[in-house]
């Protein structure tokens, strides 16, 4: 079943940007979707419009059979974002709380499925700390839960490691991952990062820019089951320059 | 002329006594002994320099004697402060600061309100606009309601121009994060812009406080029943009873500077989370 | 340029004709009560005759803006300079306007050094920064109009009047917004330059010239805008207790006591506009001084 199908999809900025063209997709329930490529490709855009935050200029866009404001008005998807975006006058808890409280949920329910998603991501006894007192891969972290928080079907993630260091990113990379295959989300995922991309997903989607449109699109052989280890075998190396090349086609 | 030399040899000891707490007291400490060490050696130097010059109580009273006046006259003092403070300032401060923020709340609903209020408000911040106390005495009477009226006329705008730009200042993650919620107008009003509007809601109340009392007893000169702080100012100076001038300036700085210091209070405790406030 | 039209100057068009509006409608009911007082006892007065008569009244409570439009324009003349001289007092607005302006210029250069040297002190000394800084901001909670007279009386003993107390006062509300903004600017210089400085063992002196005080433009021109602003209060604030019989203050309170609103009017109007040239004229110089330095406008395009 799709949870995502984008049929002729495209969106012109006034300026006559094109910032997508033409862009044919469809997504299955569980799978882990990377999309990669250099800046302007469209990427960030797309997964804004699954969200309902930019409107599509053409073409049609199904989110869990729905059209994007329908899902956005079911809470259908919850996004991570670039930055954390946390609210710095609420404590870590109250954060996460933030979208069941908006949602009207009662405060009991609601307090257990912040703990329990605060443990998910490993930050259980820091729920009482605030924000701008973590540090940046633990407030990335707190994102996470917060829109793991209301167990939506759609987990969409723009980037939410790039402002992270290689070693903080390889833990939440792992973590993500266990995260994924344990709740068997359907995950949207933009990256700049070629290892990150392969290392966790089943479907790489190449993205290039002017107009930006899917250059090509990857699916990975390597197993559910991946130890950091993966990143050196073969089998790895070879999607990864796959996943180049068609980068580099693209910018043709 | 020996109260004079110990006036700076006063000055010099406390002065050294400063620098030393300064190095020595931790952070938290320094930041009150420093000051009302200073604070308390401006006055002994004060009163040490009028005694040893023999200044004229008609130019400036000793500072014993102002506070002496303050204890003997403090039933007239407390009936001026009521009367300009309490009735005058704090309800013009309060009608025009709530006024502003209704209005404030009323431009974030609409970009077009927000574009054509913020540069006016500005504009008008910028205006001496305790001109318009005599008229103010004209149409509401020489009562307080007139020093209320002028308060409400200063302070409304500073006060507009905080708010509307604190109820701006959410940034584009957040704005998106309601939406993706799909969080309605009014959720996103008291969990997001709100909170977020806070310290620049009380830099605005910082702003008016000072302005609040200059309004209130600007108006007074204007025409006032014979009671207030400002009517009291003008008729002392005129009959050189100046330790009486003196001591309703002490009043109005308790009083400015208690309320401010409240208001600091509050910013500490609901913009705890603020990069200014860190600690 | 279409487009700047509507964002801009659209909204804050029609905001000012609201009020524009809104003084003429309230001009009516606020004026009316002296329009029955002056007819015959149970006269009818007709809407139009009512609407006519209370925005031409001589001494209305609400004067309507063509009123002391005419007014200013009356009365802002160079007459003073050959014609009025001889006689007691003059009527003129500019010539105020002028006396004002001079205290509150006078006023703000005062206030410009003070405010300065003390952030100065208080960002190379921090026994200044702790001992000053508290009673800097306690000094702003003390209404100047209660200190106003004080420093008048002080300062006739010293033989200082005129221009000297009220440039004081002035003064003393225009200091400080620009030790704030000041000592702010100058603490806002990024860490990494200061490392930068540093490496290349500058000497305080240099640190301070070349990175510290460019800095601190940025932060200080709107301080000094806002406190030009607070000049001017002074200025005004402070012709009231001081008996002066010459500035735009002190012709507000003569024409109070004589109810004669529509001169009233004109002087707020005149001080308002004096008020604008004066913060326009100085965002245009930070305008200029930022682009030399390099730094970005406000209004300019980004990206």
Redesign the interface.
């Known amino acids: 079943m799709s949870v995502v199908t984008a049929e002729g999809l495209s969106l012109t900025f006034p300026g006559d940007v094109q910032a997508l063209k033409g862009v044919n997709l469809s997504i299955d329930a569980g799978e882990f979707v990377s999309f990669i490529g250099p800046s302007g490709c469209g990427k960030t855009t797309f997964l804004r419009v699954v969200a309902d935050l930019e409107k599509p200029t053409g073409g049609e866009v199904r989110v869990t059979g729905l059209s994007p404001e329908e899902a956005r008005m079911k809470r259908a998807y919850g996004y991570v974002f670039q930055q954390p975006g946390l609210l710095p006058w609420r404590t870590v808890e109250g954060n996460v709380r933030l979208p069941l409280a908006l949602m009207g949920q009662d405060r009991r329910t609601a307090d257990q499925r912040v703990a329990s998603v605060l443990k998910m991501v490993e930050l259980d006894g820091f729920g009482n700390k605030y924000p701008w007192q973590l540090s940046g891969g633990m407030q990335q972290r707190a994102s996470i839960a917060r829109a793991l928080a209301f167990d939506a079907e759609l987990l969409l993630m723009d980037e939410p490691f790039g402002a992270l260091d290689e070693i903080v990113r390889d833990r939440l990379n792992d973590q993500l991952l266990d995260l994924w295959r344990s709740t068997q989300k359907t995950v949207l995922f933009v990256t700049h990062s070629i290892p990150e991309a392969v290392y966790l997903s089943t479907k790489i989607v190449v993205m290039s820019p002017r107009p930006g449109r899917i250059a090509k699109v990857i699916d990975n052989p390597l197993p559910s089951d991946r130890p950091l280890e993966v990143r050196e075998s073969t089998e790895f190396l070879s999607v990864a320059s796959d996943v180049r090349n068609a980068l580099r086609e693209g910018m043709h | 002329m020996m109260l004079v030399v110990s006036a700076f040899v006063l000055w010099a000891g406390l002065?050294a006594l400063?620098?030393i707490l300064?190095?020595r007291l931790s952070e938290q400490h320094?930041?009150i002994a420093?000051?009302v060490?200073?604070?308390l050696t401006l006055v002994l130097v004060v009163e040490l320099m009028v005694r040893g010059l023999n200044v004229?109580f008609?130019?400036?009273p000793k500072p014993s004697e102002m506070v002496v006046r303050l204890f003997t006259s403090y039933e007239m003092l407390w009936e001026d402060f009521a009367q300009t403070i309490l009735k005058g300032a704090l309800t013009g401060y309060i009608v025009g600061c709530g006024a502003a923020l209704m209005v404030a709340f009323l431009a974030s609903w609409s970009d077009?309100?927000?574009?054509?209020?913020l540069?006016?408000g500005n504009?008008v911040?910028?205006?001496?606009v305790?001109?318009?106390a005599?008229?103010m005495?004209?149409?509401f009477g020489f009562g307080w309601e007139s020093k209320a009226a002028i308060v409400v006329s200063m302070c409304f705008f500073p006060m507009l121009v905080n708010c509307v730009q604190g109820l701006a200042a959410t940034n584009a993650i957040e704005r998106d994060l309601f939406k993706t919620y799909a969080a309605s107008p009014v959720q996103q009003l008291g969990l997001l812009r709100l909170p977020a509007a806070m310290p620049f809601v009380l830099n605005g109340l910082k702003v008016c406080?000072?302005l609040a009392?200059?309004g209130a007893?600007?108006a007074e000169?204007?025409?006032s029943p014979s009671v207030g702080?400002?009517f009291r100012?003008?008729t002392s100076?005129g009959s050189l009873s100046?330790d009486l001038?003196?001591a309703?300036?002490i009043v109005?700085?308790i009083a400015?500077?208690g309320?401010?210091g409240l208001l600091l209070i509050i910013e500490r405790s609901l913009t705890f989370w603020h990069p200014s406030q860190r600690r | 340029m279409v487009q700047w039209l509507a964002?801009?100057v659209l909204?804050?068009m029609?905001?000012?004709a609201a009020i524009v509006l809104i003084w003429y409608a309230a001009a009516v009911p606020m004026n009316a009560g002296r329009t029955y007082m002056m007819a015959p006892d149970d006269a009818e007065i007709a809407l139009p005759d009512l609407v006519s008569d209370t925005w031409a009244q001589k001494k209305p409570?609400l004067p309507v803006p063509h009123q002391i439009v005419v007014e200013v324009r009356k009365q802002a003349t160079f007459s003073w300079i050959w014609k009025e001289k001889r006689r007691g007092y003059k009527r003129s607005l500019i010539y105020h306007t002028w006396v004002t302006l001079s205290s509150t210029i006078f006023g703000f250069v005062l206030g410009l050094v003070l405010g300065v040297s003390l952030s100065l002190a208080i960002v190379y000394s921090?026994?200044m920064d702790?001992?000053?800084?508290?009673?800097v901001?306690?000094s702003?909670?003390?209404?100047?109009?209660?200190?106003a007279?004080?420093i008048i009386?002080?300062m006739a003993?010293g033989g200082m009047t005129g221009l000297m107390p009220k440039g004081v006062i002035s003064m003393y509300l225009s200091y400080f917004p620009i030790v704030v903004g000041m000592t702010k600017g100058l603490r806002s210089s990024e860490p990494i330059l200061e490392d930068q400085m540093k490496t290349w063992s500058a000497t305080a002196f240099q640190t301070f010239w070349l990175l510290r005080l460019p800095s601190a433009m940025p932060f200080l021109f709107p301080a000094m805008?806002?406190g030009l602003?607070a000049a001017?209060?002074g200025a005004?604030?402070a012709e009231?207790?001081s008996g002066a019989r010459a500035g735009?203050?002190a012709r507000?309170?003569v024409?109070?006591y004589r109810?004669e609103?529509i001169p009233?009017?004109a002087?707020?109007v005149s001080?308002?506009l004096l008020?604008?040239i004066l913060?326009v004229s100085f965002g245009l110089l930070e305008r200029a001084v930022n682009r030399r330095l390099g730094f970005r406008n406000a209004g300019d395009v980004t990206s």
């Open positions: 002065w400063n620098i300064a190095r320094a930041r420093v000051p060490i200073f604070g004229s008609v130019i400036l077009f309100l927000r574009r054509g209020l540069p006016l504009f911040a910028a205006l001496p305790v001109g318009l005599p008229i005495v004209m149409w406080t000072p009392l200059i007893i600007v000169f204007f025409g702080m400002g100012i003008k100076v100046l001038v003196w309703e300036i109005a700085a400015g500077t309320f401010f | 964002r801009s909204p804050v029609t905001i000012i409570r921090r026994v702790l001992s000053v800084m508290p009673w901001i306690t702003q909670t003390i209404p100047i109009i209660a200190i007279p004080m009386v002080i003993a805008k806002i602003a001017l209060v005004v604030v009231l207790p735009l203050g507000l309170l024409f109070s109810s609103t009233m009017w002087n707020l001080a308002a008020a604008g913060v």
